[in-house]
């Protein structure tokens, strides 16, 4: 469904990359902080890879 490198913006877009078991890659600061895999879950705040939770606020989400 998303190109490799596409930015997961929105919660609709994590919501159709858990969905359809996108591997994504979790970024800080313009450096990736976790090569990532798929997406467990999201709320309102984070988004849960592999068993950690990133904040929405303060990372980007984009597709491996």
């Known amino acids: 469904m998303f190109k490799s490198g596409f930015t997961l913006s929105t919660d609709s877009h994590l919501s159709a990359a858990m969905f359809n078991k996108t ?12 090569y990532g895999g798929l997406i467990e879950k999201q709320d309102e705040h984070t988004v849960t890879i592999n068993g950690m939770h990133y904040m929405k606020a303060a990372c980007e989400f984009k597709v491996r």
């Not at 591997?23 to 976790?34: F, K």
Request: aromatic residues 8%; hydrophobic residues 50%.
């Open 23 to 34: 591997p994504v890659v979790a970024w800080q600061d313009g450096e990736i902080i976790d």
